[in-house]
């Protein structure tokens, strides 16, 4: 397919739908127990790395990320998202340049400064060094809509609802493979669409890096909430 052609789907590839038989092996309660305070303990190490090596990373582990990120559930199981995975260093170039401009422009007021100065903590700036510094980059793109055959076009449902869980799964995939990564949104984002040949259906989402931290990488000291703060039971 031409990358600047709209793809021609059905959620269910124009068959009619039929339920299936699902029944997985019931976890025993110990093991299940344990699988989550692992999982927990190693999600509780996940930071966001704007400071990455230059090193390559295992490409098949990341295009496993991707494939655990394209198991998410969606609106109408339409999974209107889109992974471009960049890793030419010229197109990394190309989008740090575009971005660099929105962010100058961002910072210099466009943002307002009620957001600037949410933003002052976490030492963020208009230099965006993380697109070219990570060996690669995997730009999220979210389908708005898609075409039939005979053209007619088809809204997506739950658009960011679906992309946004799909990008959450990526990143704890890519934490899981022991890889970093960072969630940028230079806004606006219609560069990227544009930089990397994308049909007028998908709208940019999100650009994550990604690489392993650089030698020396610092991140905020933050606090993340407390359990008992972000959980209600009734």
């Known amino acids: 397919m031409s990358p600047t052609t709209e793809q ?17 092996a019931r976890m025993p309660a110990a093991e299940s127990l344990a699988r989550a305070a692992a999982l927990r303990e190693t999600m509780g190490q996940r930071r966001t790395v704007r400071q990455f090596s230059p090193d390559p990373v295992p490409e098949q582990a990341v295009r496993d990320a991707v494939a655990c990120a394209a198991t998410a559930p969606s609106g109408a199981h339409q999974q209107p998202w889109t992974f471009v995975l960049v890793r030419d ?19 210099d ?13 976490l030492g963020t700036d208009a230099v965006k060094s993380h697109l070219t510094d990570a060996p690669a980059l ?7 809509y898609w075409l039939a055959e005979d053209g007619t076009k088809h809204k997506h449902y739950y658009v960011d609802e679906s992309v946004g ?15 970093a990564a960072l969630v940028h949104t230079p806004s606006p984002m219609r ?7 994308r049909p007028v259906n998908e709208k940019a989402f999100a650009v994550i890096p ?11 000291d933050l606090v993340r909430k407390s359990l008992e ?6």
């Open 89 to 107: 260093p010229e197109i990394r170039r190309r989008i740090r340049e575009a971005a660099e401009h929105e962010e100058r422009v961002s910072y």
């Open 138 to 144: 995997i730009v999220v793109f979210q389908q708005r």
């Open 210 to 220: 990604v690489g392993y931290p650089a030698e020396g990488c610092e991140v905020p």
């Open 191 to 197: 560069f990227l669409r544009e930089v990397l040949g």
């Open 8 to 24: 021609q789907w059905t959620p269910t590839h124009g068959e009619p739908y039929r339920p299936v038989p699902y029944r997985p």
């Open 109 to 121: 007021g466009r943002l307002g400064e009620e957001w600037l100065a949410a933003l002052r903590p």
């Open 229 to 234: 703060q972000v959980l209600v039971e009734l």
């Open 165 to 179: 869980i799909a990008v959450g799964m990526l990143l704890s995939a890519l934490h899981q493979s022991g890889l």
